[in-house]
C-alpha cells in the first residue's frame, strides 16, 4: 500500500474540505430552522384567523354583558372644604 507525509498543501486542502461540510451543515440547520419557524407562524395565523371569524358567533349568542359602574372617585375635596393640615 502506498503512504506518503501529508504536506502542507495536503492539509490545506483537508481543512477547506472540513470547512465547506461545517458550511453546508450550519445552512441545513439555519434552513430547518427557518421552516419551522415560518411553519410557527403560520399556525399562529391560521389560530388567530379562526378566532376572529369565530368572534361574532361567540358574541352573538352570548347574553349581554351588564354595565360596570363608573370607577371614578368623586371629588370630595371641593365639597368637604380645606384639607386638614399635614403633620410634620
Known amino acids: 500500500m502506498y503512504h506518503r507525509v501529508p504536506q502542507g498543501t495536503d492539509l490545506a486542502l483537508a481543512r477547506i ?8 451543515i450550519e445552512r441545513h440547520h439555519n ?3 427557518r421552516r ?3 411553519a410557527e407562524a403560520k399556525a399562529a395565523r391560521d ?5 376572529v371569524r369565530a368572534e361574532p358567533e ?3 349568542g352570548a347574553p349581554p ?3 360596570r359602574p363608573s370607577c371614578r372617585i368623586p371629588n ?3 365639597s368637604a372644604g380645606p384639607a386638614p393640615p399635614r403633620p410634620g
Not at 17 to 24: G, I, V
Open 31 to 33: 434552513e430547518r430552522a
Open 17 to 24: 474540505f472540513a470547512h465547506t461540510a461545517a458550511l453546508a
Open 36 to 38: 419551522d419557524a415560518e
Open 58 to 60: 361567540l358574541r352573538s
Open 65 to 67: 354583558r351588564p354595565r
Open 47 to 51: 389560530e388567530l384567523a379562526q378566532a
Open 76 to 78: 370630595t375635596a371641593d
